[in-house]
T-cell receptor, first 115, second 113 residues
């Protein structure tokens, strides 16, 4: 079955540490890829997205993600996290097909950054 | 301000009762969505609508119903058939269809008395 996996459920880091959150999907066709973020008390909002082109995409607040098609992955990275990055992060994949597109969200990764 | 509004912020349901969650958007988006968010399960799609007077079931539509009589509005009814309704419900919209960036509302937390 088609699925999206976020293996890191809860990540705890100190400020200035590097971050990498994993996202893998199972689907052999064309995909659109997203990372959404939910800061405490705020709406879920788009962090970055990949539709086509350069597989390394840059988003807001210094985040970036790399689409590696051969690994079915779209990992999120940030070289140096800040306390304000504390939030829940969701990977979302849209499986594009001729008949019906399908959207699947990952289960989310809760990131806590301590000063 | 343009955006998506959901009301109420908290909603309590008694056993056997139907309740309706409101979602309104003034972004002029064609597509609207309802998700359910449970701890450890991420977001799961309940229903979506890509055009007025048309909607499709998502992955967990059982026990829910929707209508799309106006472009701006996509109310969700949680029926008595939904045996485990306690959750956080998120409404979203996108310019055209499912393949695009979605914009989310603040959510409604539904609790069962």
């Amino acid at each position: 079955a088609q699925s999206v996996s976020q293996h890191n459920h809860h990540v705890i880091l100190s400020e200035a540490a590097s971050l990498e959150l994993g996202c893998n999907y199972s689907y052999g066709g064309t995909v659109n890829l997203f990372w959404y973020v939910q800061y405490p008390g705020q709406h879920l909002q788009l962090l970055l997205k990949y539709f086509s082109g350069d597989p390394l995409v840059k988003g807001i607040k210094g985040f970036e993600a790399e689409f590696i098609k051969s690994k079915f992955s779209f990992n999120l990275r940030k070289p140096s996290v800040q306390w304000s990055d504390t939030a829940e992060y969701f990977c979302a994949v849209i499986l594009l097909s001729y008949n019906t597109d399908k959207l699947i969200f990952g289960t989310g990764t809760r990131l806590q950054v301590f000063p | 301000d343009g955006g998506i509004t959901q009301s109420p912020k908290y909603l309590f349901r008694k056993e056997g009762q139907n309740v309706t969650l409101s979602c309104e958007q003034n972004l002029n988006h064609d597509a609207m969505y309802w998700y359910r968010q449970d701890p450890g399960q991420g977001l799961r799609l309940i229903y979506y609508s890509q055009i007025v007077n048309d909607f499709q079931k998502g992955d967990i539509a059982e026990g829910y119903s929707v209508s799309r009589e106006k472009k701006e509005s996509f109310p969700l009814t949680v029926t008595s058939a939904q045996k485990n309704p306690t959750a956080f419900y998120l409404c979203a919209s996108s310019i055209l269809g499912l393949e695009e960036t979605q914009y989310f509302g603040p959510g409604t937390r539904l609790l069962v008395l």
